[in-house]
């Protein structure tokens, strides 16, 4: 049974035959299906590694798996490999959507003190002796220098 997001058999048939085979030494490798379900359900949810589910394999050898297959560059062969076949026969819509709602500020963008003031007083205040400047075109009081 194909569960919603996961790789079917006709595209499983397409890109069965690009991941590398598994070498001779040591274990044998886990089934590439389940581990590549594991990682696109991990992709498609934005959840950490640890919250695949167990039908996928051990968390380990998905992440394992991603992070060995992103270094030698099987994901870019096998992202190569479907576009280039669905562009061919034009099953292949070429659009960009740029969302900006999960765009971060910094913690101290927004509610730090303006430079130049201290808490509670203005600018203006904070001259010698606390006194506001005079407004343009009166007297300022005398000095007592």
């Not at 026969?89 to 201290?118: F, L, M, N, P």
Request: glycine residues 8%.
């Amino acid at each position: 049974m194909v569960r919603r997001g996961e790789l079917t058999d006709k595209a499983w048939q397409r890109i069965e035959p690009l991941p590398p085979a598994a070498d001779s030494r040591g274990r044998p490798w886990r089934d590439h299906r389940q581990i590549i379900n594991g990682i696109l359900w991990r992709l498609r949810t934005g959840a950490p590694w640890r919250a695949i589910p167990e039908r996928y394999g051990p968390r380990q050898t998905c992440y394992e798996r991603f992070k060995r297959w992103d270094a030698d560059g099987t994901w870019a062969r096998l992202l190569q490999e479907m576009q280039v076949k669905d562009d061919s026969v034009g099953h292949v819509e070429w659009t960009a959507d740029i969302d900006s709602t999960i765009s971060r500020a910094h913690q101290h963008a927004a509610g730090a003190r303006k430079r130049g003031t201290t808490a509670g007083r203005s600018i203006r205040s904070s001259r010698k002796g606390g006194r506001l400047s005079a407004a343009p075109g009166e007297d300022s009081p005398p000095s007592s220098i």
